[in-house]
């Protein structure tokens, strides 16, 4: 249950207080929904809004992106992204918590790694495809930038990515691979049914 202190229910309903346009309402329910350091990036840009989200529970995802969609907010990776490149709608840029970083064994050659665990602690376990990475770079901003991939047909097994839990456009989640032609993973959800099968008819035009 969320509460609030004597002084600021005193003042609840008070000018000032509350949300007053669509923006306002949006940056008020994101903070009282999602755990996470918010700032508003006021003055970035004259003719939409945004701000920065850096969040602690990988679940407030699902809260961001139905906030996100109602308001018609647009929700990217921080560092995707900026307010005087987006000139279509209001933006929200997400980062992740240095918390979010634990890397689980799954075996001799194989790992669960959190969105914050970076290139640098990958590589100190051998993960050597990313000798090539910022030490920095977290595995979220390395897998969403085409820069570090090698996107011919076929070659998207040197990523060494075996799963990955996404989220789609239209809010599914789904945990997605193993990433092969061979592969007879279950489409789990609609946009996987009609959009994998695709791909692969596409992919067997062009090779």
């Known amino acids: 249950m969320l509460g609030m202190d004597r002084r600021s229910f005193l003042q609840f309903g008070r000018s000032g207080v509350l949300p007053e346009t669509p923006w306002d309402l949006f ?61 279509t709608r209001d933006l929200l840029m997400v980062q992740f918590s240095p918390s979010l970083n634990i890397i689980e064994e799954l075996g001799e050659q194989a790992c669960l790694a959190q969105p914050s665990v970076t290139a640098g602690q990958l590589l100190a376990l051998g993960y050597y495809q990313f000798s090539r990475v910022p030490a920095e770079m977290t595995i979220a901003q390395w897998f969403a930038s085409p820069l570090y991939h090698d996107c011919r047909p076929y070659f998207s097994f040197l990523s060494g990515v075996e799963r990955i839990n996404a989220i789609f456009a239209d809010g599914s989640q789904a945990v997605v691979g193993g990433f092969g032609v061979d592969d007879r993973s279950v489409l789990s959800v609609p946009i996987l049914s009609r959009c994998i099968p695709n791909l692969f008819e596409l992919l067997r035009r062009i090779a």
Request: aromatic letters at 10%; glycine letters at 4%; charged letters at 25%.
């Open 27 to 87: 940056c008020h329910r994101l903070q009282r929904t999602v755990r996470g350091d918010f700032k508003r990036l006021d003055g970035l840009n004259e003719a939409y809004h945004a701000a920065q989200i850096c969040i602690y529970r990988l679940a407030d995802i699902q809260h961001i992106y139905a906030l996100c969609r109602e308001y018609e907010v647009a929700m990217v990776l921080d560092g995707f992204a900026s307010p005087q490149t987006v000139h």
